[in-house]
């Protein structure tokens, strides 16, 4: 007689896709995941509308960012979410290294003099496999946790709270903070104003601080799948050539070509690479989540296509707020020689 309890048996079994309490604890890490994509989002949006506020010569590009709906920002984010649930942490973590050497490598050419667009253009880029970061990091620090449902079920609460502040930051700031600034009426607009050119490098503190964690648990989710240390060997040497290539081939790419075109065609290029990779020592769960995640690096790019255009406009990174320079008094004549005696 055929009963509910054995109806998973007769699904596939897929890694990602557990029933029961792991089916939840996947969906919470992607929401958390997605959390932490719209937080990192909205404190974009409010430096580069501060910036743009900031410079009357970007009034335009201030105006498309105040034009954002709120409607498809919810929607962007339970895509993400839905995104994250399914790709598995496998897949999760080869993208997670990959961007982690690409980041190492684009961060030690900006301290030859590289412009600091460049690094708000990674912040930009590196949406997506934040998300993914996270969801490693809490599926390696919550494995074999007997309560973990409800330590994610807390977490997921704290990264709410988070992403909430972030957009009525973000809110606020886009439409009070010319009238606040201008009338030094608010102390967030004021501060702001004093102290936004600061952003950036909080926000690089904070992404360093959490792919540290997702590049380590990345390794050892790897790692777990391997029963002997030659396995491991034949997995990791065609993997490291392989990034080695995309970081090479990513480099000239972006020093040749910008703009939201090409950042999709560099995705088709690393993405279509560790497919072809995983062709040959990957499982074949490992090539559909090669594919969600194609489309979840599409989803966010599309997202921050405004954002990205604004990085190919002016070098944001040097900007500082206007602070009015003293006057200095100017003499009406020339001094005289001391030694000439005054008529």
Same mark, same amino acid.
């Given at each position: 007689?055929?009963?509910?309890?054995?109806?998973?048996?007769?699904?596939?079994?897929?890694?990602?896709?557990?029933?029961?309490?792991?089916?939840?604890?996947?969906?919470?890490?992607?929401?958390?995941?997605?959390?932490?994509?719209?937080?990192?989002?909205?404190?974009?949006?409010?430096?580069?509308?501060?910036?743009?506020?900031?410079?009357?010569?970007?009034?335009?590009?201030?105006?498309?960012?105040?034009?954002?709906?709120?409607?498809?920002?919810?929607?962007?984010?339970?895509?993400?979410?839905?995104?994250?649930?399914?790709?598995?942490?496998?897949?999760?973590?080869?993208?997670?290294?990959?961007? *982690?050497?690409?980041?190492?490598?684009?961060?030690?050419?900006?301290?030859?003099? *590289?412009?600091?667009?460049?690094?708000?253009?990674?912040?930009?880029?590196?949406?997506?496999?934040?998300?993914?970061?996270?969801?490693?990091?809490?599926?390696?620090?919550?494995?074999?946790?007997?309560?973990?449902?409800?330590?994610?079920?807390?977490?997921?609460?704290?990264?709410?709270?988070?992403?909430?502040?972030?957009?009525?930051?973000?809110?606020?700031?886009?439409?009070?903070?010319?009238?606040?600034?201008?009338?030094?009426?608010?102390?967030?607009?004021?501060?702001?104003?004093?102290?936004?050119?600061?952003?950036?490098?909080?926000?690089?503190?904070?992404?360093? !601080?959490?792919?540290?964690?997702?590049?380590?648990?990345?390794?050892?989710?790897?790692?777990?799948?391997?029963?002997?240390?030659?396995?491991?060997?034949?997995?990791?040497?065609?993997?490291?050539?392989?990034?080695?290539?995309?970081?090479?081939?990513?480099?000239?790419?972006?020093?040749?070509?910008?703009?939201?075109?090409?950042?999709?065609?560099?995705?088709?290029?690393?993405?279509?690479?560790?497919?072809?990779?995983?062709?040959?020592?990957?499982?074949?769960?490992?090539?559909?989540?090669?594919?969600?995640?194609?489309?979840?690096?599409?989803?966010?790019? !599309?997202?921050?296509?405004?954002?990205?255009?604004?990085?190919?406009?002016?070098?944001?990174?040097?900007?500082?707020?206007?602070?009015?320079?003293?006057?200095?008094?100017?003499?009406?004549?020339?001094?005289?020689?001391?030694?000439?005696?005054?008529?």
């Amino acid at each position: 007689m055929f009963s509910l309890p054995s109806l998973p048996s007769w699904l596939p079994g897929l890694s990602s896709l557990e029933w029961g309490s792991s089916l939840l604890d996947s969906f919470l890490q992607g929401l958390v995941g997605a959390f932490g994509v719209s937080i990192l989002n909205n404190l974009l949006k409010v430096y580069f509308f501060v910036s743009c506020a900031n410079h009357p010569e970007l009034r335009l590009e201030k105006e498309r960012l105040r034009a954002r709906w709120a409607s498809l920002e919810t929607v962007h984010l339970a895509g993400l979410a839905l995104i994250l649930t399914v790709i598995g942490a496998r897949v999760a973590a080869l993208v997670v290294l990959e961007f *982690s050497l690409r980041a190492v490598s684009t961060v030690l050419s900006l301290s030859k003099g *590289s412009r600091g667009t460049e690094r708000l253009q990674l912040y930009l880029l590196c949406q997506y496999l934040l998300g993914c970061g996270l969801t490693c990091g809490l599926s390696f620090l919550q494995e074999g946790s007997s309560h973990r449902t409800l330590n994610l079920l807390l977490g997921l609460g704290l990264a709410a709270l988070l992403s909430s502040v972030a957009q009525r930051l973000c809110r606020h700031v886009c439409r009070l903070y010319e009238l606040h600034s201008s009338q030094h009426y608010c102390g967030v607009c004021l501060g702001l104003l004093a102290s936004a050119h600061g952003l950036p490098r909080l926000l690089g503190r904070a992404l360093a !601080v959490a792919f540290a964690v997702g590049d380590l648990a990345a390794v050892a989710l790897i790692n777990r799948d391997f029963l002997t240390t030659s396995e491991a060997v034949r997995f990791w040497t065609p993997l490291t050539i392989c990034y080695t290539l995309l970081v090479i081939y990513m480099q000239e790419e972006q020093r040749l070509h910008t703009g939201l075109q090409s950042q999709i065609q560099t995705v088709l290029v690393r993405m279509g690479g560790l497919f072809v990779l995983l062709l040959t020592v990957g499982h074949w769960l490992d090539l559909l989540g090669i594919l969600i995640s194609l489309l979840g690096e599409i989803w966010c790019l !599309v997202g921050v296509r405004s954002l990205l255009d604004l990085c190919q406009i002016q070098d944001f990174s040097s900007q500082k707020p206007f602070v009015s320079a003293p006057v200095q008094p100017r003499s009406s004549a020339p001094a005289q020689p001391q030694g000439t005696a005054a008529s």
